[in-house]
Every structure is written in structure tokens, then in C-alpha cells.
């Protein structure tokens, strides 16, 4: 299913959810219940199938909801699509027992949680009686306008979250989103950044899960929107979409195009320009090896004068050749893509825009950490693939079209076993994914010198992080840049020799 775009994409999907739901799903499941659940005399006698019929069509409508919201279940190598893991297991932190989320979307690590979405069964409501109740005898109005007047839900279900007694079950169901919020954040050190629960007829998110349910939140009322049926839930369609839209809720820009521009910066706010990739990383199995296959986007990242990041990406996908003689003519190929992108984006704009070197870039201690020079951005472990978002700044590609020392003896694993300083356990003759090598010993873009490559793998950590220089990587990750899905291109031939040899750590055996 395609990408929702915008909050008009999101209302057109979820009406044509509703009318499929009402039309299609909702008869079937009557007449299993009929079939299966009642006895003659119309007397139910089995709910648990009850029961499961509902869940069935539950699950159905929830499902395809919040695909519309860009949340998917199932995920393609060619999309971006975020973790949503259903029925996703989590200790308790209060009773140590094991619980099932109905819902869990996850950050592209699956580290952080960012979604808990709890499912009710359609029978349940909101504490509708209670509300009215409340509304009586604190405004003293009648019923008829009690049952209108609904504002009243947030700052009810604000008090029972407080200790409240609202009836029913919603007294249990706030205490489980607190064991769910609560012991996501002692698991991960987060706190999810939206939690839902609904039955498909009615909606409550709590867009500031913190203030809702841990201990020192205030439990503003304000923090809670209540949509109380679908006529609720389709009239605030942009209000769904704008809390709950996965690239909304991971606060991070979409990668546009040209098109977009306009609608996202204006001209007089960016003060510079960086060359960047968007890349996926391939193992493709063969008959006798798995081999790598690195298809590339070119991008052009704009940089406000606020210190924001706007990506914008040249359509076209481009691999990396396997054969070495076109590598030269590939380079040359996304070189030419690259500046023609940043030629209409500033045309577009009707400026010039400046580019940053990375080194620049890097030296910015309050805007890189925001923007780093590599970022996964996604792993799909079903396809063997890896996502990435590559800042390259002042060239076109990470690789360079023309490597700083063409006639280095190391690109060589003879020479460098001539030399006593070869990579164990021998030379890489073919392209390989164990270990990351794109290229052969022989060829330029290769290095085969052990002491680079034991550099290259060593570990960050709080202790060296000043002789390392400003990295991408996270405590015990390596030092090389793009050690994900390259630890043997030469350093000469790398976008990033310009940060990596500013470190007082990395030395090259050829300087």
C-alpha cells in the first residue's frame, strides 16, 4: 500500500476503511455469530466466539487504520516504513510479569518506543454515564445537553488517571497504559511519545504519554483528546493525522522533492547546502557467495538559518557497478545528477546557495548531533538490507572519483605482505559482504594495510571520544564512518578522510 502523503490522503483512506468495514466485514461477521454463537432460539451460548469474531474485525479495521497513518505491519525493501510489532511482549516493571501491547512502534534501531496503541472490544465505551453524570450535578444541565456537551472526557479521564473512580473497566485499562508507559521507559530509558486506545468507535490519545502516567506528571486534561465517535474521529482528521502520522510522531522531516520545496522552507532562511546519499545496502545471495549490492539516491540537504535540515532527493536510483572499469563512469554519473539537482533547487529558490564542507558540518557541536553524518534509517532483516542517509558535503558521493593516492602500495594485499603489515586472514578477492568490502585487493578504492584496518574497527568510547573528533557513532561503536557497509575502502578514496584525519587518534601509515 503507498505512502499517505497528507492529512486529505489519511481522510480519503480511513472513510474508504470505514465503508469497507461497514459493507464487507461487519455482514460477514454478523452471520458467523449468527451461525456459530447463537443456539436456535437466538440465546448465545458460546461468547468466546463472541469474542473472537470481534477481535477478528477489530484487528481488520485497526490494521488498515493505522497503515493510513504510515504505520505498517508488513514492510517492503523499497519503502520507508517504520516497526509497528503487534502483540509485542514487554515486563512489567511493577509485577515482573510478562504482557502482551497490543500495538508497538518502535524507532528504526528498536530501541526507542514511540507508539503504544491499545485495542478495547466494540462493546466497551467511554465512561459516557459517569461524564453525563459528572456534568449534571457539577453545571446542573439536563441530559439532553449533558450528552452534547462532551469537553468534559479529557479532564474525566484526567481524574482517573488521578485515582478516580470512572466504572467499569477504565480504572484498570489507565492502570495497564501506566505499567505499559512506565515499563517502556525503564526498558529503553524513553518514554513513548504517543499511546492510544480505542475501540474502533471511539478514539483517546494521550499525546504527552510523561505528563499522563509517570508519577510526576501534572495529568493535564489538555494532553488527552477524547474522539467519541466516527463522526468525531473523521470531522478531526487532521488532528489524528498530526499526532499520530509515523513521521510526525518520529518528529523528523520526510525526504521531498523539488516539487515540495516552496511548501516546506523559505528561500531566505537557508544559509547553506550539503551533497548527500540516500543508500541501501544489499546482501544478495548466489550459488557459491552472498555478494553486496549498493543502490544509491542523490540528495541535496539544505540547512536553515534556525539550524533545521531539509532533504531533498533526485529520483533517479543508481547501483554501484561490480564491474571495476565503470566505476569511474559511475561516479562521474552521480556527480552529474548531484550538481543538476542542486542547480534547480537553486533555481527554484532564485539563489545561490553555499555548500559546507563536512568538516564544517562536523565541527558544529549544536547542529550535528541532530544530523549526523550517517544515520541508519532503517533494517529490514527479511530482505538482508540496510538503510542510510549518507552526508557526503562538498562531493557528490562518499567514494572519490579520484582517490588522493591512486599509486599507494597498500591498495595491494602482496604489497602490504611484503611489507609485514598484510590484513589477516588474506587478500578479498571477490566483492564481499564478511567482511564489508565493495572492492578487491588490486583495486584503487581498496586498502588491505592492517594497521587502517584495525583503526578503522576500533572502538569510540567516553574515554577516547576528544582524540576521536566529532563521530557518528555511539559509545563502542567504530571509529570508520561508514564501517556499516564499507571497512575497507581507502581512506584517500573516502568523503570522510577530510573528519577522520582530524582526529588525534587516526594516523594513516601513508601520510
Given amino acids: 500500500m503507498s505512502r499517505v502523503l497528507n492529512a486529505k490522503d489519511f481522510l480519503i483512506r480511513i472513510r474508504k476503511i470505514k465503508s469497507d468495514y461497514e459493507t464487507l466485514f461487519r455482514g460477514r461477521i454478523d452471520k458467523l455469530r449468527a451461525k456459530y454463537a447463537e443456539n436456535p432460539t437466538g440465546q448465545k ?7 473472537s469474531l470481534e477481535a477478528h474485525l477489530r484487528e481488520y479495521f485497526v490494521n488498515a487504520f493505522l497503515e493510513a497513518l504510515n504505520w505498517r505491519l508488513n514492510k517492503k525493501p523499497e519503502e520507508d516504513l517504520p516497526e509497528l510489532i503487534p502483540e509485542a511482549l514487554i515486563r512489567s516493571s511493577s509485577g515482573g510479569t510478562v504482557k502482551y501491547l497490543d500495538y508497538l512502534g518502535l524507532d528504526a534501531d528498536l530501541i526507542s518506543p514511540l507508539f503504544i496503541v491499545e485495542t478495547k472490544r466494540l462493546i466497551y465505551d467511554l465512561p459516557i454515564q459517569k461524564a453525563m453524570e459528572q456534568k449534571r450535578l457539577i453545571y446542573d444541565v439536563p441530559l439532553k445537553e449533558a450528552m452534547e456537551q462532551k469537553e468534559l472526557f479529557p479532564a474525566l479521564i484526567a481524574r482517573g488517571l488521578e485515582g478516580d473512580n470512572l466504572g467499569g473497566y477504565w480504572n484498570k485499562w489507565l492502570a495497564t497504559l501506566r505499567d505499559y508507559v512506565t515499563s517502556a521507559k525503564e526498558r529503553s530509558g524513553k518514554v513513548p511519545r504517543r499511546v ?49 502520522e509515523h513521521q510526525l510522531v518520529l518528529n523528523e522531516k520526510a525526504i521531498i522533492t523539488i516539487g515540495e520545496l516552496l511548501f516546506h522552507i523559505d ?121 542510510f542517509i549518507v552526508l557526503t558535503g ?52 581498496h ?51 577530510e573528519v577522520c584525519s582530524e582526529a588525534e587518534a587516526f594516523i594513516l601509515p601513508c601520510n
Fill in 45 to 51: 451460548i458460546l461468547p468466546l466466539i463472541d469474542m
Fill in 394 to 445: 562538498e562531493s557528490p558521493h562518499y567514494i572519490l572519483k579520484e582517490p588522493k593516492l591512486p599509486d599507494c602500495p597498500y591498495h595491494s594485499w602482496a604489497n602490504c605482505r611484503s611489507d609485514d603489515c598484510a590484513s589477516n586472514p588474506g587478500p578479498i578477492e571477490n566483492r564481499s559482504t564478511e567482511p564489508r568490502s565493495f572492492f578487491k585487493s588490486g583495486e584503487n578504492y
Fill in 267 to 387: 528561500p531566505g532562511h537557508i544559509a547553506s547546502a550539503m551533497h548527500g546519499l540516500r543508500l541501501l545496502y544489499i546482501e544478495v545471495p548466489g550459488h557459491y557467495a552472498i555478494s553486496p549490492v549498493i543502490k544509491i539516491v542523490p540528495l541535496v540537504i539544505l540547512r536553515s538559518s534556525f539550524g533545521s535540515f531539509l532533504l531533498i532527493e533526485q529520483t533517479i536510483e543508481k547501483e554501484i557497478p561490480h564491474e571495476y572499469e565503470k566505476i569511474v563512469c559511475h561516479l562521474e554519473n552521480i556527480e552529474l545528477l548531484s550538481k543538476n539537482l542542486l542547480k534547480d533547487i537553486n533555481t527554484r529558490l532564485g539563489i545561490i546557495i553555499p555548500l559546507m564542507s563536512l568538516s564544517v558540518h562536523y565541527h558544529d557541536e549544536d547542529i550535528f548531533p541532530g544530523l549526523p553524518g550517517i544515520r541508519e534509517i532503517q533494517y529490514m532483516g527479511d530482505f538482508h538490507a540496510t538503510k
Fill in 196 to 244: 492510544v486506545i480505542t475501540n474502533t468507535n471511539w478514539l483517546v490519545i494521550f499525546i504527552d504519554p510523561a505528563d499522563s502516567f509517570l508519577t510526576e506528571g501534572s495529568k493535564n486534561p489538555e494532553n488527552i483528546l477524547v474522539y467519541e465517535d466516527w463522526e468525531s474521529i473523521e470531522a478531526n482528521y487532521t488532528d489524528l493525522y498530526r499526532y499520530l
Fill in 447 to 497: 586498502c588491505a594495510h592492517a594497521a587502517v584496518l584495525s583503526a578503522k574497527a576500533s572502538q569510540i568510547y567516553p574515554e577516547n571520544r576528544n582524540r576521536c573528533g566529532s563521530r557518528s557513532g555511539k559509545d563502542f561503536d567504530a571509529f570508520c564512518e561508514i564501517y556499516q557497509f564499507e571497512q575497507y575502502l581507502c581512506c584517500k578514496a573516502c568523503a570522510f578522510e
